[in-house]
């Protein structure tokens, strides 16, 4: 199975500061068709995950803007461009290019 | 509205069985892969199965293969997972979520399955 990695464990941030969580996986997401199906999911306290971006870089619908994903091949970041109070929370990556599908331990993001 | 309700938990014994139900609303349901996601206390993320539009085709990751099935009713907006042989480490909420192909992309509030004795 894909292992995937994340890094820091927790992340204390200050109110409107900038955070970056790294993700990397043990083999290559590149799937055969191309694209790279690296997710990131945001998960609030007491609340189910939420998709945040898809294939890498892809914002969901009504995801702010100040969230941007980045990578590839085997290493990938999330960024916060400045963070908000809502944003507290826990944050997977996950890769979906090989099966079974595997998240990341999990960046907890909390304001210093 | 994408709607995803997950039912059918609760605590069983080890070797117990239980049958989680995931009612759908809001979208086409029989155009899109389904999944079931776990998620032990206090700990990650684990994709347990997932299975095509049609039913024809199912996955299962290894720690569950043999003893959960994975099922849909299109005509009933249902997904299904029967899980059997129950172990204190199939200990979880339980997640529906639509889509599997790649990427699931809305989840369901979870179900508890607690197994112990």
């Known amino acids: 199975d894909v292992v995937m990695t994340q890094s820091p464990l927790s992340l204390p941030v200050t109110l409107g500061q900038p955070a970056s969580i790294s993700c990397r996986s043990s083999q290559s997401l590149v799937h055969s068709d191309g694209n790279i199906y690296l997710n990131w999911f945001q998960q609030r306290p007491g609340q189910s995950p939420r998709r945040l971006i898809y294939q890498v870089s892809h914002r969901d619908s009504g995801v702010p803007d100040r969230f941007s994903g980045s990578g590839s091949g085997t290493d990938f970041a999330l960024k916060i461009s400045r963070v908000e109070a809502e944003d507290v929370g826990v944050y997977y990556c996950m890769q979906g290019t090989h099966w079974p599908h595997t998240f990341g331990g999990g960046t907890k993001v909390e304001i210093k | 509205e994408v709607q995803l309700v997950e039912s059918g938990g609760g605590v069983v014994e080890p070797g117990g069985s239980l049958r989680l139900s995931c009612a759908a609303s809001?979208?086409?349901?029989?155009?899109?892969?389904m999944s079931w996601v776990r998620q032990a206390p206090g700990k990650g993320l684990e994709g347990v199965a997932r299975i095509t539009e049609d039913g024809g085709a199912k996955y299962y990751v290894d720690s569950v293969k043999g003893r959960f099935t994975i099922s849909r009713d299109n005509a009933k907006n249902s997904l299904y997972l029967q899980m059997n042989s129950l172990r204190a480490e199939d200990t979880a909420v339980y997640y529906c979520?639509?889509?599997?192909?790649?990427?699931?992309?809305?989840w369901g509030q979870g179900t508890l399955v607690s197994v112990s004795s």
């Open positions: 809001g979208f086409t349901f029989s155009v899109f892969w």
């Open positions: 979520a639509r889509g599997g192909y790649r990427s699931p992309d809305n």
